[in-house]
Structure formats: structure tokens, C-alpha cells
């Protein structure tokens, strides 16, 4: 029998993609904590503490508000096999990879899916979407706030009013919204929301926070068929985070620890300063940035401050060149998928990441990669 292999002693990196974003060592002292079991009364007292501190965040009085068991994508997942039934009439906005995922899931889900396209690195105007929900009885209006494939920002109120308007719920993905630009649940009337721990929430990923509204958990008590998903299934694993504490799976417990601290974090900070950190440290990166030559991918006025999406400069590679920043100077940032594979770079300022000094090191090193 062979020896097992050596501890596992990870490099340190800059994290500076679409996600992981760095961690406040504080999270990560929070993961080392003692583990306890998922019914420990200690443990269920930590369990309200996080839904009323996501209730904070989210800006909701949602009741169905806690983390899911899994990262983003199983949040995204959740908010639509819980609300689409086989033959639900489903409208997505899709302007980058992630309205394409919703997409997907939403006629795996049974749904009859009409797609709406935008060019990747734009956005959607109600008068493009309305045309699509007028004289039909669609169930669900699905759109992503902050686009992580193009750094495109798509404002949402005025569109949950537009569902609403010719009912409809509507879907909200706020993965790498949450915690960096303003998002108001309650205020704009969003039916059901999903984020993921690792963005600009700070954390490492495995949680996925949703919230439903009370209309969003009518539809679902009203099903007329079981959800797709047994584990995904939120008409059972409310009654572990509600009253009721009923066993439905092992909660990850560490992975709580750490999105109790995060959201700890993000309360003590506020969140209006916190938007206005992430605002700041764009703003410093676009300058930089614009003193190199880059160009961004999405017009001003729509950029996401926490996801800065920019072209490649002709003569440049995207693989070596993220290589040449990983391997000399630790920074880690991210490509381009789907239709701006190899013609973007996304560099991530998010949660912990967002500060003055790791933006002036990135434009270090990027000036040092521009300049060969």
C-alpha cells in the first residue's frame, strides 16, 4: 500500500475572478469553530440568527429566508422547480451565461420556456419584456440583477412591477449583487431571490441564501404536483428552519459559522457604506485601468463595480495572460464564457477584495503584463 500523499498546504492567492472572492480571516477563524450537531439547541439558535441577519441583507420580512445547502447555481435551481409546475408559461431574460442557466433549469423543470436575448455585455428595457407577458398567462419572469459573464448591472424594480402587472412572479438571480450594489427585496417587490455566500458577501462558497415572498410561497403550497427535486424541495426543508425543526438533511454546520460571521461582517460595516466601497473601488480601477489603455466591455452607467469586465488588448492572449499574472504575480482573475470567451478579462473586486490596496496591486501587475 502506497503512503498517503502529504498535507495539503494550499499557495496563497489574490483572488481577484468572477469568484471565490479573498475571505476576512475572521470568516475564516469562524469555519474551525467546534462542530455541532444540526438539532443542538446551541446550533438552532445560530440558525435564527443568520435568517434574521439575511432578512437585514436581503432587506425582507420574507419568512421563507435561510440558506440552501449547496452553492449559487443550487439556489437559482431551488427558487424555480419550487415555482414551476409542468406546462407554467416561463419568460427569462438572458444577456450572459447565467440568464442562459435559468434558462435551462426552467424547462428541466417542466416549464414552457420563451427566451428573451440580449446582446452579451447589454441589458433589457420593460418595453422589450412586456410585449411577452400582455394577453398570456405566464407564471414566472426570471432576470439576473448583475450578469457575472459580461459585468452587465440590469436594473429589476421596474420589471417586478411588469410581472406583477399582468401576473407574474418574479425570479431575481442577486449572486454577485448581494452585499456590492443595492437590492431591496420588500422595496421592489421581488418574489423569490438567490445569492451565493462567496461573492460580496465574502465567504467561502457552499451556501446559497434565497428568500421567497409570501406570493412566491402561496404558488407553492397551491402546487398541484410534487417538486422535482426532493432535496431542493422547500415545502420540507422550511419545517428545519422554521418552528417545526424537522429533520430533512445533515446541515453543512461549519458552512453556517462562516455565513454567520460574513453577515455579521456586512451588518457592522452597513450596508449602504459596503455599496459604497465596492462603488469606490471601481472607481479607482476604472481610472487605473483607463490609464492602461483597457476598455471596458459594458457602457458606463451600466457596469457592475464588483465585476469589471474588460477587452483584451489586441496581441494579447486570455489564457497566458491570466497565467503570466497567476504564476508571477499570484493574482488570480477570470475569462470570458460563452460569446466573450477569449475576448474578456473579469477581474472581481468583491467583499473583502473591494479595498484600495488590492486594487492598486492588480493595476500593478496588470501594467507589468501590458507592457511586454
Given at each position: 500500500?502506497?503512503?498517503?500523499?502529504?498535507?495539503?498546504?494550499?499557495?496563497?492567492?489574490?483572488?481577484?475572478?468572477?469568484?471565490?472572492?479573498?475571505?476576512?480571516?475572521?470568516?475564516?477563524?469562524?469555519?474551525?469553530?467546534?462542530?455541532?450537531?444540526?438539532?443542538?439547541?446551541?446550533?438552532?439558535?445560530?440558525?435564527?440568527?443568520?435568517?434574521?441577519?439575511?432578512?437585514?441583507?436581503?432587506?425582507?420580512?420574507?419568512?421563507?429566508?435561510?440558506?440552501?445547502?449547496?452553492?449559487?447555481?443550487?439556489?437559482?435551481?431551488?427558487?424555480?422547480?419550487?415555482?414551476?409546475?409542468?406546462?407554467?408559461?416561463?419568460?427569462?431574460?438572458v444577456q450572459g451565461y447565467f440568464g442562459a442557466r435559468m434558462a435551462d433549469i426552467a424547462g428541466r423543470a417542466g416549464g414552457?420556456?420563451?427566451?428573451?436575448?440580449?446582446?452579451?455585455?447589454?441589458?433589457?428595457?420593460?418595453?422589450?419584456?412586456?410585449?411577452?407577458?400582455?394577453?398570456?398567462?405566464?407564471?414566472?419572469?426570471?432576470?439576473?440583477?448583475?450578469?457575472?459573464?459580461?459585468?452587465?448591472?440590469?436594473?429589476?424594480?421596474?420589471?417586478?412591477?411588469?410581472?406583477?402587472?399582468h401576473g407574474a412572479l418574479i425570479v431575481v438571480d442577486a449572486v454577485t449583487s448581494t452585499g456590492g450594489i443595492p437590492l431591496e427585496v420588500d422595496g421592489w417587490g421581488i418574489d423569490a431571490v438567490y445569492t451565493g455566500t462567496q461573492k460580496c458577501l465574502g465567504g467561502p462558497p457552499g451556501l446559497s441564501p434565497i428568500s421567497l415572498s409570501p406570493r412566491a410561497v402561496e404558488k407553492l403550497d397551491k402546487r398541484k404536483s410534487k417538486v422535482q427535486s426532493w432535496y431542493l424541495d422547500m415545502s420540507l426543508v422550511r419545517k428545519y428552519w422554521g418552528a417545526d425543526r424537522a429533520y430533512h438533511h445533515t446541515a453543512p454546520i461549519n458552512n453556517i459559522y462562516g455565513l454567520h460571521e460574513s453577515l455579521r461582517i456586512v451588518l457592522d460595516e452597513g450596508l449602504e457604506a459596503r455599496w459604497q466601497r465596492h462603488r469606490e473601488a471601481h472607481d479607482r480601477f476604472a481610472k487605473g485601468a483607463a490609464a492602461l489603455g483597457l476598455d471596458f466591455q459594458v457602457k458606463e452607467g451600466r457596469?457592475?463595480?464588483?465585476?469589471?469586465?474588460?477587452?483584451?488588448?489586441?496581441?494579447?492572449e486570455d489564457k497566458p495572460g491570466r497565467k503570466e499574472l497567476l504564476e508571477k504575480h499570484g493574482i488570480e482573475i477570470g475569462g470570458g464564457l460563452g460569446d466573450l470567451a477569449g475576448k474578456v478579462w473579469r477581474i472581481g473586486l468583491m467583499g473583502y477584495g473591494a479595498r484600495s490596496e488590492v486594487v492598486d496591486q492588480v493595476l500593478v501587475a496588470l501594467k507589468a503584463l501590458l507592457k511586454r
Open positions: 500500500m502506497s503512503a498517503a500523499p502529504p498535507s495539503f498546504i494550499p499557495p496563497s492567492r489574490l483572488l481577484l475572478g468572477p469568484g471565490p472572492s479573498p475571505i476576512d480571516p475572521r470568516i475564516l477563524q469562524a469555519f474551525t469553530r467546534p462542530t455541532l450537531g444540526h438539532l443542538d439547541p446551541v446550533f438552532l439558535k445560530l440558525m435564527d440568527e443568520v435568517r434574521g441577519m439575511l432578512k437585514q441583507v436581503f432587506r425582507t420580512q420574507n419568512e421563507l429566508t435561510f440558506p440552501v445547502s449547496g452553492t449559487g447555481t443550487a439556489g437559482m435551481e431551488t427558487c424555480l422547480v419550487n415555482l414551476i409546475e409542468p406546462g407554467d408559461e416561463v419568460v427569462v431574460c414552457k420556456v420563451t427566451v428573451l436575448d440580449a446582446k452579451w455585455g447589454e441589458g433589457f428595457e420593460p418595453g422589450q419584456v412586456e410585449p411577452l407577458l400582455k394577453d398570456r398567462n405566464v407564471k414566472l419572469l426570471c432576470i439576473v440583477q448583475a450578469e457575472t459573464s459580461t459585468g452587465y448591472h440590469q436594473p429589476v424594480k421596474e420589471f417586478a412591477e411588469l410581472a406583477h402587472k457596469r457592475l463595480p464588483q465585476l469589471n469586465a474588460v477587452k483584451i488588448p489586441a496581441g494579447f
